[in-house]
T-cell receptor, first 114, second 112 residues
């Protein structure tokens, strides 16, 4: 089954404790992206990747890191989480086309930073 | 940066009604996405448009590139259509830019 998986789905942590949210897709998509969703602010892009070893900042990259060492995986790293990073996080992937392609979203990761 | 506005923010309809959700953007785009977010939080892509009109079942999406406007229509609405509908735009192709900008979403509630 074609899908984007994220782990963990729920995480409660404390300020400053490094964490990684994994994202994996099995559709051989070149494009992968991370978004956060907050009440009243909607979805905002954190980082995206056009292919292996190619990443770029989105609208809200501060406090996050990403890597794209393999095509299928795009982990999101919070080196020193803070309470303002409490949010619902989505990973998504798609093919890259001349005018874009359908985005496939992961199930979301609900992160709480105390 | 593109400004994406959706209207209405909230919409309550009776089952069977025809529904329209609007999305306007300020700067030219290469494509527009309509997404559906279920009450449980999952997001599903409904349509991707670069011109014209697309139809899938009871859902129809249109885009007018000149007017920078798109609409999502739901015919014969049903309570299971209750969800948040989000539009997102992709900028014109330039280098490697692939940043999606999202509207704030429309909360649709369809009453039986």
């Amino acid at each position: 089954e074609a899908q984007v998986t994220q782990n963990p789905r729920y995480l409660i942590t404390v300020t400053g404790k490094k964490l990684t949210v994994t994202c994996s897709q099995n559709m051989n998509h070149e494009y992968m992206s991370w978004y956060r969703q907050d009440p009243g602010l909607g979805l905002r892009q954190i980082y995206y990747s056009m292919n292996v070893e190619v990443t770029d900042k989105g609208d809200v990259p501060e406090g996050y890191k990403v890597s794209r060492k393999e095509k299928r995986n795009f982990p999101l790293i919070l080196e020193s989480p803070s309470p303002n990073q409490t949010s619902l996080y989505f990973c998504a992937s798609s093919l890259i086309g001349r005018v874009g392609n359908e985005q496939f979203f992961g199930p979301g990761t609900r992160l709480t930073v105390l | 940066k593109n400004e994406v506005e959706q209207s209405p923010q909230n919409l309550t309809a009776q089952e069977g009604e025809f529904i329209t959700i609007n999305c306007s953007y300020s700067v030219g785009i290469s494509a527009l996405h309509w997404l559906q977010q279920h009450p449980g939080g999952g997001i599903v892509s409904l349509f991707m448009l670069s011109s014209g009109k697309k139809k899938h079942g009871r859902l129809i999406a249109t885009i007018n590139i000149q007017e920078k406007h798109s609409s999502l229509h739901i015919t014969a609405s049903h309570p299971r259509d209750s969800a948040v509908y989000i539009c997102a735009v992709l900028p014109p192709l330039s280098g490697s830019a692939r940043q999606l900008t999202f509207g704030s979403g429309t909360q649709l509630t369809v009453l039986p």
